[in-house]
């Protein structure tokens, strides 16, 4: 026996019942044809492989025109009840897609939520009947998505490859060095000597940004340790603004304070030397993680109305804080 095994004991594929239907309903081979968009020749086909498959015939080809037995009237029976049947499954599914659809579950950092959000909520009302947006640590906010708490987690610390799992590159941003206005820098100072006058303060080890801030201090002067740790920029941006330490931070993190940003000093780590040359920039990438086989088209439209607010926060957040160049750059 063939490795497919005997046609008689598999069931007939749909195209052919397909077929079958659109016959006995037209009354002849070439009228079910031109309904069906197809030749003559493959519904013929069709109905030999249904009579194979069934080992009887199912045409009476005696009469003009040819009519159905009475094991094709009873095939034409079974088969518009699997129709009906497929169409409830097809829109049972739909339904569910749909229901799914009404509530979106979003997980992001408080700064996208605080900068972002607003305009991405905003493009997404006609779209969804419900949108709930999370916000707190990366870390927290990776084991929600990986809970199946969240539908869309817009992330700098996405998962480890996963089966199933997709990302959406959406931008990048760069470190900058946020100072007391009044502190004068020296052209050629680095980051270690400005904490030996001015406390490191840094987002708290517990974020992801806090941690990233570290390992590239570390990598570069392990001497410098945090004065103080902050789990928002407000707080933290609010001493720098006193005077009382300097921290590295994002365009976006600056612009969820601009209160406190407007009356601080930014500079380019650039600025700063690190064994005669430069400091080599620091940056933070956001990506757009989802389930593939979930949310339909969805996750690429968030993607497309990010870099739409993106590209607007280029134009405000340059020209009211003077970031450098490429400090904020939309990944396509």
């Not at 569910?96 to 607003?118: E, Q, Y």
């Amino acid at each position: 026996m063939s490795k497919h095994g005997n046609p008689r004991e598999r069931p007939p594929a749909w195209e052919q019942l397909s077929s079958w239907i659109a016959v006995v309903e037209t009354g002849s081979v070439s009228s079910a044809a031109a309904r069906l968009g197809i030749s003559q020749a493959g519904v013929s086909q069709h109905v030999r492989q249904l009579e194979q498959t069934f080992d009887t015939p199912l045409l009476d080809r005696s009469t003009r025109p040819a009519r159905a037995t009475a094991s094709g009237q009873r095939l034409y029976e079974h088969a518009l009840a699997l129709r009906g049947q497929a169409e409830q499954m097809a829109e049972g599914v739909r339904a569910l897609s749909r229901a799914k659809r009404a509530l979106v579950r979003m997980g992001c950092v408080d700064s996208f939520a605080a900068t972002i959000g607003p305009q991405l909520v905003r493009g997404l009302i006609g779209r969804m009947h419900r949108v709930r947006m999370c916000s707190g640590l990366s870390p927290d906010l990776l084991g929600q998505f990986q809970n199946h708490q969240l539908d869309l987690l817009m992330t700098t610390a996405a998962p480890a490859h996963e089966p199933g799992i997709a990302q959406l590159p959406l931008f990048t941003e760069q470190y900058v060095v946020a100072l007391p206005a009044d502190h004068a820098v020296d052209p050629s100072e680095s980051l270690l000597a400005l904490s030996r006058g001015l406390p490191f303060m840094n987002y708290s080890l517990r974020s992801q940004i806090g941690r990233q801030i570290e390992a590239y201090l570390h990598g570069l002067h392990p001497g410098i340790e945090s004065a103080f740790e902050f789990d928002a920029t407000d707080p933290l941006l609010a001493l720098v603004r006193e005077g009382l330490g300097f921290a590295l931070t994002t365009p976006l993190c600056l612009w969820q304070s601009r209160y406190h940003a407007g009356a601080v000093r930014i500079l380019p780590l650039s600025a700063f030397q690190h064994q005669g040359r430069s400091c080599p920039p620091l940056t933070r990438s956001f990506s757009l993680v989802h389930r593939e086989a979930e949310m339909g088209s969805l996750p690429r439209e968030v993607a497309d109305l990010v870099r739409i607010v993106v590209r607007e926060l280029q134009r405000d957040i340059g020209a009211a804080l003077a970031l450098p160049a490429g400090a904020l750059a939309i990944d396509d």
